[in-house]
């Protein structure tokens, strides 16, 4: 399903805020570019992601574990791991709206164009040939496919070639050779393409003390690294083996325009899984294809993801995979499976002069281990969660509304339990429905306004359950249950409450 469309982020992004998801960082100063916080619903929203995501981890494989190293760290360790000198963007400027790009990020943006182009022939032709159209047989032959599809690999390459030979006068002549303009003023008129590296730097210690420079960190991934040997000794593990850590990372990033998908704070969920050199393949292809299955297992609909090979891998890596998201601005990466080798635990073991060694029992042989790394941005899940779930309907009565349709699992709060009416001792029977409920789920009381109002309220955050308890509750110990999506309502013993709502909890992985 494509949704490339500008109005539906605007009315995500302000839904988000209107709703306590997402607000700008200080915004009473006018805000902070590309930083945000998340309120009450986005914070519950952020937690149960972090928890389906520690949970896949560290307690479905039992040779994962968890850890939380600091977010500043010596600055040697930037240098090892080469984000002193090769965490750069290649940026470029228009001459005439003075609006600052990646390079690569315009021609991409270009190729994606072309891409836009291949499906508009696909869908023209199946329009023609109806039940009888292969797409393969029409891709691989028809001309003007192919045609397009030989402008995107010559493209492609030369990009990649002049990224990594650092030939920013070539990639330079590249963007006026595709006649890219710029988005905002449509002039060709470009300066020269030159590198800036992404991380923040700050000083430690006092001015008198004689002050060193360190970094925040880009990635989570080198607290991993430095504390590998700490991790598999004191808790004896044998490779393969994973850590898994969640925590903040930051970037001052360029192109920062949309909203929590490219941020400068973020945070990242990230595992590397250590293992033998060789089988390091093996495990690549495991990985992908443990975390697709995790996303799909949410039930968000498997064509909102699809498998991207990376043109140009970064300065670690030698196999790298994204899995995107259909975005409201297209898809996107939603995260990264990197095949690492032991590029950063060897440049930790050089640069420290510490052996970072895994004797091996079995084999009775020492080695450094190779890494595959699964790497997500726990914001930008967050936006892909919210981008399929916004939806605005037209209900059979003609009336409408705005529903998130969170999967329940994720949903900020599972159930609103309502009385019909402030009197009659239904506030106090619905007291105790919830006081009972918030022991298992995060609920909430609600009284105020007719019971129609309080479901929209309720089903513009996501709740997949809304109990009301009305006179009848009195007599027989029953409640309505209303389920979100579909908005069919039952009677049920409250007695049955806590079991329905866990089974709609629960993910099969
Ligand atoms: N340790 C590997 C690494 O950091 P990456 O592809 O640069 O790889 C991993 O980042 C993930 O982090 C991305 O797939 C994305 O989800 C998230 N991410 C990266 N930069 C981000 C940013 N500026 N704002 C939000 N999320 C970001």
């Known amino acids: 399903m494509a949704k490339n469309n500008d109005d539906l982020f605007k009315k995500i992004i ?76 290649p940026l470029i400027d228009n001459k005439d709206s003075k609006k600052r790009y990646r390079a690569d990020v315009l021609i991409e943006d270009h190729v994606e164009k072309i891409r836009g182009k291949i499906e508009k022939e696909i869908k023209k032709a199946k329009k023609r040939f109806g039940d009888d159209f292969d797409e393969e047989q029409f891709v691989n032959t028809n001309p003007r496919v192919q045609k397009y599809n030989e402008q995107i690999d010559t493209i492609i390459k030369r990009m990649v ?13 590249l963007i006026e050779e595709l006649e890219i303009a710029c988005p905002v003023s449509g002039s060709k008129n470009w300066t020269e393409v030159r590198q800036f590296n992404l991380m923040f730097d700050t000083k430690l210690g006092s001015l008198s003390e004689g002050s060193n420079k360190i970094y ?53 969920m990230e595992m590397q899984f250590f293992v033998k050199p060789g089988t390091e ?8 294809n443990q975390r697709i299955k995790w996303h799909k297992a949410l039930g968000i609909g498997d064509d909102y993801y699809r498998l991207h090979e990376h043109d140009k891998l970064a300065h670690y890596a030698n196999a790298a995979y994204d899995i995107e998201f259909n975005f409201p601005m297209g898809f996107k990466e939603l995260e990264g499976i990197h095949s690492r080798t032991d590029f950063d635990l060897s440049a ?41 779930a916004y939806r605005e309907e037209k209900l059979e009565d003609g009336s409408e509304r705005t529903v998130l349709r969170i999967p329940p699992s994720l949903a900020p709060i599972k159930a609103a339990v309502f009385p019909l009416t402030k009197k009659d001792g239904l506030p106090e029977k619905a007291r105790e429905i919830m ?38 509750t009195l007599e027989d110990n029953t409640v309505t249950i209303r389920e979100r999506d579909s908005m069919e309502q039952e009677r049920v013993k409250t007695e049955e409450l806590e079991p329905i709502i866990r089974k709609k909890l629960k993910v099969q992985l």
């Not at 149960?48 to 010596?74: P, R, T």
């Not at 640069?351 to 930008?380: A, F, H, N, W």
């Open 348 to 388: 930790h073991q050089e640069l420290s002069g510490r052996k970072v060694q895994y004797y091996d029992p079995e084999s009775q042989e020492s080695y450094v281990p190779y890494v595959v790394e699964t790497s997500i941005g726990l914001d930008r899940m967050f936006l892909s969660v919210l981008t399929f």
């Open 161 to 173: 070639k002049d990224l990594e030979e650092e030939d920013f006068e070539d990639l330079k002549k």
């Open 216 to 268: 925040l960190r880009p990635e989570t991934a080198q607290g991993i690294f430095v504390n590998y040997l700490n991790v598999q000794k004191t808790g004896r593990m044998k490779i393969p083996f994973g850590i898994a850590q969640i925590g903040k990372a930051f970037r001052n990033e360029i192109v920062a325009r949309q909203f929590i998908f490219r941020m400068r704070e973020f945070e990242q």
């Open 14 to 89: 302000g839904h988000a805020k209107e709703y306590g998801f997402v607000f700008q960082s200080s915004e009473l100063y006018d805000g902070l570019s590309a930083v945000y916080d998340y309120g009450p619903n986005g914070v519950e929203l952020k937690n149960n992601i972090k928890e389906y995501w520690w949970k896949s981890m560290v307690q479905y494989h039992e040779n994962i574990v968890g850890l939380d190293s600091a977010i500043f760290m010596h600055p040697s360790v930037w240098k090892a791991s080469g984000h002193v000198d090769a965490f750069n963007d």
């Open 435 to 472: 006081d009972e409920l918030k022991l298992d789920f995060n609920c909430q009381y609600e009284e105020k306004d007719a019971i129609g109002k309080r479901y929209r309220r309720h089903d513009a955050i996501g709740t997949p359950y809304c109990i009301t308890v009305d006179h009848q």
């Open 281 to 288: 393949m093996e495990w690549f292809d495991y990985w992908k």
